[in-house]
């Protein structure tokens, strides 16, 4: 098993950045697919990006895409997320999941694919 610890969030205004960080510990030299995901208040969850094993292999949900940036240092078994241009309707708390994967390029979208969450990380972005 993988744990996972988010960091990075907080409050920001509109059309400012932030970057989330989501440390592994345990059994970190196995292959691990890799998701963010955020809930907002009264929402369902849904998937944010994801990135494969390697890292050569990403997922960004349509709303995402030109503003989010998912990374990952496996040397610092860390991954990240740039977020820039935040909306206030980016307000959510922010996942970090893990998942054993076989296979180099393979990205999980579904938060049902993964095993491993993070305790999440608060994300406020005022008006």
């Known amino acids: 098993q993988v744990q996972l610890v988010e960091s990075g969030g907080g409050l920001v205004q509109a059309g400012g950045s932030l970057r989330l960080s989501c440390a592994a510990s345990?059994?970190?030299?196995?292959?691990?697919?890799m998701g963010w995901f955020r809930q907002a208040p009264g929402k369902e969850r849904e998937v944010v990006a994801a990135?494969?094993?390697?890292?050569?292999?990403?997922y960004y949900a349509d709303s995402m895409k030109g503003r989010f940036t998912i990374s990952r240092d496996n040397a610092k078994n860390t991954v990240y997320l740039q977020m820039n241009s935040l909306k206030p309707e980016d307000t959510a708390i922010y996942y970090c999941?893990?998942?054993?994967?076989?296979?180099?390029?393979?990205?999980?979208?579904?938060?049902?694919?993964?095993?491993?969450w993070g305790q999440g990380t608060q994300v406020t972005v005022s008006s």
């Open positions: 345990g059994r970190t030299s196995s292959n691990y697919a």
């Open positions: 990135i494969s094993w390697s890292g050569g292999d990403t």
């Open positions: 999941a893990a998942r054993l994967s076989l296979y180099i390029s393979t990205v999980y979208v579904s938060g049902d694919q993964y095993v491993n």
